[in-house]
């Protein structure tokens, strides 16, 4: 299978604990954006990556979140001392360029549910 | 800013009739737009995009969505749908030049036989 892998599929963590999203893009696609469905709602913008860079952070929460891709391995979304409003389905997308034109192919997702 | 409004959040309808998604954007510089669909706890696949040409663009699946850029909307429609066209559609659009995505807040199809 040669799309976005994201794993794991469902991640159950306790208030305080920390959560770490995993997102493998497409082969050959060096782009990476996170989202964030709440429940009811569309998907809302959280980072944007290209290897080891972080090219646009304008959606993320101010404390607790951080994300990473590095140069090897999967992009990294990590949730530190999670609380009850983290629980939602967090998306992975990659393309094979930053230009709008070029299509973003999406993971399955991850589905946090924080007790 | 940039937004994109879905004017319905449900859209119940029979086999084999015709559907018609509405979506509304606002921006004041030129974008691309995009229609994706979610199935059941899986993620979005691509269904159709408009970059630039014709303003009618068509889908593999029978979906076609419409540009017009005076009324700033890019409906969706399939003149008669499937059980299978049960799911939840979003409308996107990003700036030309910029990357990220701004989504409605979707449309779920239900069909009923």
């Known amino acids: 299978n040669a799309g976005v892998m994201q794993n794991p599929r469902h991640l159950v963590r306790r208030r305080g604990q920390e959560a770490r999203l995993r997102c493998s893009p497409m082969k050959g696609h060096s782009h990476v954006y996170w989202y964030r469905q709440l429940p009811e709602e569309g998907l809302k913008f959280m980072v944007y990556?290209?290897?080891?860079?972080?090219?646009?952070e304008s959606g993320m929460p101010k404390e607790r979140f951080s994300a990473e891709f590095p140069k090897e391995g999967p992009s990294i979304l990590r949730i530190q001392q999670v609380v009850r409003g983290d629980s939602a389905a967090y998306f992975c997308?990659?393309?094979?360029?930053?230009?709008?034109?070029?299509?973003?192919?999406f993971g399955d997702g991850t589905r946090l549910s924080i007790l | 800013a940039q937004s994109v409004t879905q004017l319905d959040s449900q859209v119940p309808v029979f086999e084999e009739a015709p559907v018609e998604l509405r979506c509304n954007y606002s921006?004041?510089?030129?974008?691309?737009l995009f229609w994706y669909v979610q199935y059941p706890n899986q993620g979005l696949q691509l269904l159709l995009k408009?970059?630039?040409?014709?303003?009618l663009v068509e889908s593999i699946n029978g979906f076609e969505a419409e540009f017009n850029k005076s009324q700033t909307s890019f409906h969706l429609r399939k003149p008669s749908v499937h059980i299978s066209d049960t799911a939840e559609y979003f409308c996107?659009?990003?700036?030309?030049?910029?990357?990220?995505?701004?989504f409605g807040q979707g449309t779920r199809l239900t069909i009923n036989p």
């Open positions: 408009y970059l630039s040409g014709s303003t």
């Open positions: 996107a659009l990003t700036l030309q030049g910029a990357q990220k995505l701004v």
């Open positions: 997308a990659s393309s094979p360029g930053g230009f709008g034109n070029q299509p973003q192919h």
């Open positions: 990556l290209q290897k080891e860079n972080i090219i646009d």
């Open positions: 921006s004041s510089v030129s974008v691309y």
